[in-house]
C-alpha cells in the first residue's frame, strides 16, 4: 500500500485515499495441532499493520512471515464467501470483516465455539453443515412448471429478503449457548434456511419444514439470547426470524 | 506411498473439479443420469460466484423491448470481435431458458410491480445494436451471484449430490488421449485420492490472484487451467484478462457495474465525468476495457486521485437514497466498512482491478475441450465457467455474461459428459496414477532450505501488475517473461514451514503459486506475441486493432522444454461484420 508523498498536494479529506501510518497489533491466537500435542496452546504474534488493514491482512502477516503452520480458511476476503468465522475478543466475527484499527493494539483470536477444532483456527463444519441439510433446504415448489417466471409480488418478495442474506458462515450457530451443549439442536443458521423457504409464496413445504423445526431439536430450544444477530457478519434479523417460526408453529400461521 | 499414507482409489461416471456456479450446475445435470461427484478445495458455498453482484442477462424483455439477437450481438461487439460468434448466438438464446429455470429453483430474484423478473441496465448491453443502454440485466439486489450459488447448491442438497469438500485436485488422469480421472489431495488428512471416470469436468474459476490489485479471492489461482496445460493441453486467449474499472482503492474488491447501472458515474480529480469524451452515447456504461482504459487516460493526463494519482472518483451522492439502500446494499457497506466513506455525500476511490480470464481451456458448446487449429476433441475432458474459453467473451466480456456462461454452458457440459458416459466403458487408469502428485508435493514438503512462497508471490503480483495490466507494451512484457523465468527457478527451491499432514495450507498455497506462474507465462508470451490492441488487450506501442493479421485466437502449448509454444485459431465469425467500437 502506497504511504503518503508529502509531495503531492491533496484534498481536504484525504481519509478517503490515504491509509496513515503503520500500527503494532499484538495477535493472541489459540494454537491447535493433534499432530504435535494433544492439547490446546496459546502463540502470540507482534505485526505491524495499517489502520484500514483486515484483521484477516494480519493473520497472513503472521502465516506468510512469522509461522506457516498456522491453519485458517479463508477465501473472498470481503465477507461474503463466509470461510473464515473466528471468535476475536470473544465475538464471532468474519476475519476479513475486522478492520485493525477496531482492534489494536491488541486482539485475542479463537475458533469458533460448539463445532470440533480439527487444527488451529479450523473446526469441523460437517456438523453445522447436517443441521442446514435436515430442514428441506431448496423451494419445493407447485406440481408443473410455468414457461415463464413463477410471478411474485415486491412485497411477496420482500417477505423473506432478510434471511435469503446467509451465507452460511456459521457465526450465529457457533454463538449460540444452546448450540454448545445440545449437540441435537439444528442452530440458528439451519433455523434462517427454513425461513427463507417458509415464508417464499412460492413454496409447498412449509408445513414440513415446521414440523422439523417443532421437533426437540428445533426452534423450541432457543432461549432468545440474541447473540446470534449480534453475531451476523450480515445483518440479518435472526433471532426475529427464530421467533416468527415459533409464532407459526404455535399459530399454524404462516 | 506419499509420506507413507496409502491412496484411496474412487470410482465414478462423471467426475466434476469445482464447485462454484458451473460446477454445481453441471452437477444438477449429471448426477441426474450417471454417479457423479464434485470436488472441490473449498466448501461449495465458498465459492467465487457467490461474489458476483449486479445481475445475470438474458432478453426477456420483461421492463423494455429486448431481443437475443440484440444480446448476442452486443457480446460480439463488446468482445471487440474476436467473440465465436455461433457460441454467443447459443448462449443469448438459451439465456431465458436458463434464467427461468433458476426462478422456478427458487432464486429471488427482485421483481416488477406486476410480479415479473425486474431488470436493469449494465454495460454494453443495448437495444436495436448499439442505440440505447437497454434493462436486460435479471437480479437479487448487488447478490445476485450469491443467491445463484445458494440456489444451484440447495438443489444439489435436494438431489443429494456427493461432494468431496476441501479435497484439492492436483492432477488429471489421461490414458491414451482419453480422459480417466484426477488426483486429490485431501486437506484434512494430507492422503492422496485417485477418482477414476469416465469424463472429468474442470470449473474451477479464475486466476485473477497472479495481479496485485484483484478483486478475486485468495483462491483463484487458476488451477485447472495449469493442470491442463502441464498435460500439453493449450490454453487459448490467455492474453485476454479483464480489467474492471471499479475496484475499492488499493484493495481490488469489486464495486459492482450495477452501480453505474443504476445511474453512478465516475468523475476526476477535477469532478468532471470524463466517460463523456470517451463514450459520448452510452457514457458510464460503456464496456469495462473501455473505461478502464479512459481512467488510465484520466491518470496520465495528471488527472487521478489518491496520494498516488492513480485512481478516481465514483460518485453516487445524487441518487435517490433508496437506490443505494435497497439495490446496492452490498456496494455500499463496502464503502463504508473498508473505506471508511459514506457513499451518499462522499465520493468514493476506486482504481481498475484484475477481475476476469476471457481465456482458458478452449472447448465447444457442449463444454467438450477442444485442442489445436481444427479443434480436435479430448474425449471425456469438459470445462465450464471462467476456466474455459467458449470463446463467448471474446477480448473483452460484458458484465453480467460471466453468470450467464456458468449456467448455460455447465448445464451443456454437465447433460454432455453425463450422456457420453452412459456409452462408453471406464478407461484403464495409467501406470502409477499418483506419482505425478508425489513428485509435486513430496519435494515441497522434504525441503528445509529455499524461497518462501510469498517472497515469490509479492514479486510476481507486483511485476503483472505494473507490466502486465491495462497497459502493456513490448518493452514491459519482455521484462515481465525475463522475472517469471527467475521467479520459475526460484519456484524450484519453495520452502514450507509447515510439514504436517492435516490441513496443510502452507502446503497448498506453495502449490498454487506453481499454478499461477503456470498461467502467468503464457498470458506473458502470448500478449507479447500480439501486436494490436483489442478488448482488455493493449499495447501502447500497437494502439490500434488489426483484423488483417490478428483476428484469431492464441493457444498457448507448453513445449517439452517448459518454454510456451503459440499457435493460432481462426474465429468463428457470422452475422457481425467487424467494423469500429464505438460507444
Not at chain 1, 143 to 170: W, Y
Not at chain 2, 474 to 479: I, R, V, W
Not at chain 2, 537 to 559: C, G, I
Not at chain 2, 575 to 582: A, F, G, H, S
Request: charged residues 25%; proline residues 6%; aromatic residues 8%.
Amino acid at each position: 500500500m502506497a504511504e503518503s508523498s508529502p509531495g503531492v498536494p491533496e484534498r481536504s479529506d484525504d481519509r478517503r485515499t490515504e491509509n496513515g501510518q503503520k500500527v503494532s497489533l499484538r495477535l493472541r491466537i489459540r494454537r491447535y495441532n493433534p499432530e504435535i500435542r494433544e492439547d490446546s496452546w496459546w502463540d502470540e504474534f507482534e505485526v505491524r499493520m495499517l489502520p484500514n488493514d483486515r484483521l484477516l491482512d494480519a493473520l497472513h502477516e503472521v502465516k506468510w512471515r512469522h509461522d506457516g503452520t498456522l491453519a485458517l480458511r479463508r477465501s473472498c476476503a470481503h465477507a461474503i464467501c463466509g470461510s473464515d468465522a473466528v471468535t476475536v475478543n470473544g465475538r464471532n466475527r468474519l476475519a476479513c470483516k475486522v478492520l485493525v484499527k477496531e482492534v489494536a493494539p491488541r486482539c485475542t483470536v479463537e475458533p469458533i465455539r460448539g463445532l470440533p477444532v480439527l487444527k488451529d483456527l479450523i473446526v469441523d463444519m460437517e456438523p453445522f453443515f447436517d443441521g442446514y441439510r435436515s430442514v428441506l433446504p431448496y423451494l419445493v415448489p407447485e406440481e408443473g412448471e410455468p414457461d415463464k417466471e413463477r410471478p411474485q409480488s415486491p412485497e411477496d418478495r420482500h417477505r423473506f429478503d432478510d434471511t435469503t442474506k446467509c451465507i452460511l458462515c456459521a457465526c450465529c450457530t457457533t454463538s449460540c449457548p444452546i448450540f454448545w451443549g445440545d449437540e441435537g439442536y439444528v442452530g440458528p443458521a439451519a433455523i434462517v434456511a427454513a425461513h427463507r423457504f417458509i415464508y417464499d409464496s412460492r413454496d409447498r413445504a412449509a408445513q414440513d419444514r415446521l414440523q422439523i423445526l417443532s421437533a426437540k431439536t428445533g426452534v423450541f430450544r432457543c432461549r432468545t439470547t440474541f447473540n446470534c444477530t449480534e453475531a451476523c457478519p450480515r445483518s440479518i434479523q435472526v433471532t426475529k426470524a427464530v421467533q416468527e417460526l415459533k409464532r407459526s408453529i404455535l399459530f399454524d400461521r404462516f | 506411498m506419499a509420506g507413507g499414507l496409502v491412496t484411496t482409489v474412487h470410482t465414478y461416471d462423471a467426475v466434476i473439479v469445482g464447485a462454484g456456479g458451473a460446477g454445481l450446475r453441471a452437477a444438477i445435470e449429471a448426477s441426474d443420469r450417471v454417479r457423479t461427484a464434485v470436488i472441490s478445495k473449498l466448501y461449495p458455498t465458498r465459492s467465487h460466484t457467490g461474489t458476483a453482484q449486479g445481475g445475470v442477462c438474458a432478453a426477456l424483455a420483461n421492463v423494455e423491448e429486448d431481443y437475443p439477437e440484440w444480446h448476442a450481438f452486443d457480446t460480439v461487439k463488446g468482445g471487440d470481435y474476436l467473440v465465436d460468434q455461433p457460441e454467443a448466438a447459443v448462449m443469448c438464446e438459451e439465456a431465458p431458458r436458463d434464467i427461468y429455470e433458476l426462478e422456478h429453483w427458487g432464486l429471488p430474484f427482485n421483481r416488477t410491480p406486476d410480479g415479473k423478473i425486474d431488470q436493469r441496465r449494465f454495460g454494453g448491453h443495448t437495444r436495436n445494436h448499439g442505440e440505447a443502454p437497454v434493462k436486460r440485466a435479471c437480479y437479487a439486489a448487488d447478490r445476485t451471484g450469491h443467491m445463484i450459488l445458494q440456489t444451484l447448491y440447495q438443489q444439489c442438497v435436494k438431489r443429494n449430490v456427493r461432494f468431496f469438500n476441501e479435497f484439492y485436485v492436483l492432477d488429471l488422469l489421461m490414458n491414451e488421449g482419453r480422459a480417466a480421472g484426477v488426483v486429490a489431495y485431501e486437506l484434512a488428512t494430507g492422503e492422496l485420492h485417485v477418482f477414476r471416470a469416465k469424463s472429468v469436468m474442470f470449473a474451477t474459476g479464475g486466476s485473477g490472484r497472479m495481479f496485485k490489485v484483484s478483486s478475486n479471492a485468495h483462491t483463484l489461482t487458476g488451477d485447472a487451467p495449469a493442470i491442463a496445460y502441464r498435460h500439453g493441453i493449450p490454453l487459448e486467449d490467455m492474453e485476454f484478462f479483464q480489467f474492471h474499472p471499479t475496484g475499492v482503492y488499493k484493495m481490488g474488491i469489486l464495486l459492482s457495474e450495477a452501480v453505474r447501472g443504476e445511474g453512478g458515474i465516475l468523475l476526476n480529480s477535477e469532478e468532471e465525468r470524463f466517460m463523456e469524451r470517451y463514450a459520448p452515447t452510452v457514457k458510464d456504461l460503456a464496456p469495462r476495457d473501455l473505461i478502464s482504459r479512459a481512467i488510465f487516460q484520466e491518470i496520465k493526463e495528471g488527472r487521478g486521485i489518491g496520494p498516488g494519482r492513480d485512481g478516481v472518483w465514483l460518485d453516487v451522492r445524487h441518487l435517490p437514497r433508496e437506490v443505494i439502500e435497497e439495490k446496492l446494499p452490498d456496494v455500499t457497506e463496502f464503502a463504508r466498512l473498508y473505506l471508511s466513506v459514506e457513499p451518499t455525500t462522499e465520493l468514493v476511490p476506486i482504481q481498475p482491478t484484475a477481475h476476469y480470464a476471457m481465456g482458458g481451456i478452449p472447448t465447444d458448446v457442449d463444454g467438450l475441450c477442444v485442442t489445436g487449429p481444427d479443434s480436435v476433441a479430448v474425449p471425456g475432458l469438459y470445462s465450464a465457467g471462467e476456466c474455459a474459453c467458449v470463446s463467448v467473451h471474446g477480448a473483452n466480456r460484458l458484465g453480467t455474461n460471466s453468470l450467464l456462461d456458468i449456467v448455460v454452458f455447465g448445464r451443456r457440459g454437465g447433460k454432455h459428459m453425463a450422456e457420453w458416459s452412459r456409452t462408453v466403458d471406464l478407461p484403464p487408469l495409467p501406470d502409477d496414477p499418483e506419482g505425478f502428485t508425489r513428485g509435486l508435493v513430496d519435494p515441497i514438503l522434504a525441503r528445509t532450505e529455499g524461497v518462501p512462497p510469498v517472497e515469490i508471490r509479492d514479486r510476481l503480483q507486483e511485476t503483472m501488475y505494473d507490466l502486465a495490466f491495462v497497459v502493456r507494451s513490448a518493452e514491459g512484457l519482455t521484462k515481465m517473461k525475463g522475472i517469471l523465468d527467475e521467479l520459475k527457478r526460484q519456484y524450484e527451491q519453495v520452502v514450507i514451514q509447515d510439514k504436517g499432514r492435516m490441513y496443510n495450507t502452507d502446503l497448498m498455497e506453495a502449490v498454487e503459486l506453481g499454478f499461477l506462474l503456470d498461467n502467468a507465462e503464457p498470458l506473458v508470451v502470448a500478449a507479447l506475441a500480439r501486436e494490436e490492441s483489442r478488448g482488455g488487450h493493449y499495447r501502447e506501442d500497437f494502439p490500434n486493432r488489426n483484423d488483417e493479421n490478428w483476428l484469431k485466437h492464441s493457444l498457448a502449448y507448453r513445449d517439452e522444454d517448459g518454454s510456451v509454444r503459440l499457435e493460432w485459431k481462426p474465429v468463428k465469425l457470422g452475422p457481425y461484420v467487424p467494423m469500429e467500437r464505438k460507444y
